[in-house]
């Protein structure tokens, strides 16, 4: 049970990296990217290949995020110079994605079981079991990106880019070039997905052309898993820098809920069903606590309200 907690631990924090990226698009952007799942395989097909090919495991992983770069780059260009809806491009390049890793894999999956990972260098080094060694890891990652993203949208182009999410005729009207912001938030987040592709696959040792699937599903868990808890936390999460960490740690809880599922004896078939499960409550509990928010605030205005007070004493006066 504890070793299954910790591989879910570890697992929750390398996929962060690819929620990090889900985040810029759905949360700042209001789009929800397809490409996501294309992108992680593309990333994992990458690393696999080049760590295979004796390249530098580390700088396979950067390989990995310049490859999603790319992909997010198409899904950008096919939205903002040809004005295809972002869910359509989205599609049509996680679609294209799947020949392309094959056609980069050579094969359906590419093992690193005889070859050298960064886990594996670390695990060597230091002693630590694989999983403490992936969480150790997965951290620096985490903590490295969330401050990098948390310094670049306090610059003027990345405010430029949050502000196109929430009112794109606003941004337009102060001269700013929303297709830019779209094409760098796009590129932005796929590489980060690529990035996380890439970590994932030198930690399981194998990369695999169906390993992206249901990614985008379990990047919009994760984001809303994480809001509920910061709604659910006394100060609640205001800050950015603090809804960037909050989605990490929604997505490890979400591999924590995956992991104890499991661990209760359900048939790991299920999981697709149990992913939809996870993602309905996690949609559906904010809009529920917001109505009951919403009800017991107006109920408390109607007792308190100078009218309800005369209509009390009237009644009380017959």
């Known amino acids: 049970m504890g070793l299954a907690m910790l591989g879910a631990v570890s697992q929750g924090i390398l996929w962060g990296v690819m929620v990090l990226g889900v985040y810029i698009t759905y949360k700042l952007l209001d789009i929800a990217d397809l490409t996501v799942d294309g992108s992680f395989a593309l990333g994992g ?58 056609r980069i894999m050579g094969k359906s999956n ?70 830019v912001t779209k094409m760098i938030a796009l590129t932005l987040s796929n590489g980060l997905v690529g990035l996380s592709g890439g970590l994932v696959c030198e930690s399981q040792s194998y990369a695999d052309i169906g390993m992206g699937t249901g990614a985008i599903v379990i990047g919009l868990a994760a984001i809303v898993i994480g809001e509920v808890l910061g709604r659910l936390t006394p100060g609640k999460l205001r800050s950015f820098g603090s809804r960037l960490t909050a989605a990490v740690v929604g997505s490890i809880v979400y591999f924590l809920i995956r992991a104890i599922v499991l661990q209760m004896g359900m048939d790991a078939n299920d999981m697709k069903l149990i992913s939809a499960v996870i993602v309905a409550l996690a949609l559906c509990i904010p809009v529920v606590w917001e109505r009951y928010q919403l009800r017991r605030s107006y109920a408390r205005a109607l007792k308190a309200s100078p009218a309800s007070g005369a209509a009390d004493s009237s009644n009380g006066g017959r």
């Open 45 to 102: 097909a990458v690393c696999a290949v080049l760590v295979v090919g004796g390249v530098n495991p580390v700088l396979a992983i950067f390989a990995a995020m310049l490859a999603g770069m790319v992909a997010g780059a198409v899904t950008g260009f096919l939205h903002t110079v040809f004005e295809i809806p972002a869910i359509l491009a989205g599609i049509l390049t996680q679609i294209a994605l799947w020949s392309v890793n094959l």
């Open 110 to 179: 590419t093992p690193l079981l005889r070859v050298d990972t960064l886990f594996s260098t670390v695990t060597d080094a230091t002693g630590l079991p694989q999983n403490v060694a992936s969480i150790l890891i997965g951290l620096v990652f985490a903590v490295i990106l969330i401050a990098g993203l948390y310094w670049f949208f306090g610059t003027e182009i990345g405010s430029a880019c949050r502000a196109t999410g929430n009112n794109e005729a606003m941004v337009r009207a102060l001269g700013v070039n929303t297709k």
